[in-house]
């Protein structure tokens, strides 16, 4: 405190300077894989993302035999189209837990994950579409006393 301040331009200078916002890295693997989880539901899915021909693969199988509805394949499609890198990169998955529906929603997340894992410059537009938001509804528990997690057993009077 020995110093004292003779004008309001040397306070500014004391002022620390404007936090930066955060840069995102490249994160790849030493194959040239960049690596993401993605959750839905009680679904886990692991997927690794990388230059290629756009060949997607769900546990060793092709997308179109384990996810047979159209949908399914179109929701996993939606962040490769978002961001406009279709047919670009290769896709591996695991995927463990849920149904079909929620192991399509994990995908769709971890992919989403992993492709700004490789690209951080297409965070944006991910997340302005809502891929890199966990969507946290999971199916409600039973309570005991009751039918199911909310439905009672029928009433009678007599």
Same mark, same amino acid.
């Given at each position: 405190m020995s110093d004292t301040m003779q004008s309001l331009d040397q306070l500014a200078q004391l002022k620390p300077a404007a936090p930066e916002a955060p840069k995102y890295v490249k994160k790849i693997d030493k194959?040239?894989?960049?690596?993401?989880? +993605? *959750?839905?539901?009680?679904?886990v899915a692991r997927v690794? =993302? *990388?230059p290629g021909s756009g060949?997607?693969? =769900?546990?060793?199988?092709?997308?179109e035999v384990y996810f047979a509805r159209a949908v399914l394949r179109?929701?996993?499609?939606?962040?490769l189209v978002a961001a406009a890198r279709a047919g670009q990169y290769d896709v591996i998955c695991t995927v463990t837990g849920?149904?079909?529906? +929620?192991?399509?929603g994990? =995908?769709?997340h971890g992919l989403s994950k992993a492709l700004t894992n490789f690209e951080?410059?297409?965070? +944006? =537009?991910?997340? *302005? +579409?809502?891929?890199?938001?966990?969507?946290?509804r999971t199916v409600e528990r039973k309570k005991y006393g009751r039918a199911k997690a909310?439905?009672?057993f029928q009433f009678s009077k007599r």
């Open positions: 194959y040239g894989r960049a690596y993401a989880t +993605g *959750k839905r539901k009680d679904a690794w =993302v *990388k060949k997607i693969s =769900v546990n060793t199988r092709d997308v179109m929701m996993i499609q939606q962040p849920g149904g079909l529906s +929620g192991q399509a994990a =995908v769709r951080p410059e297409l965070r +944006g =537009v991910l997340k *302005k +579409g809502g891929f890199l938001t966990r969507d946290s909310r439905k009672s």
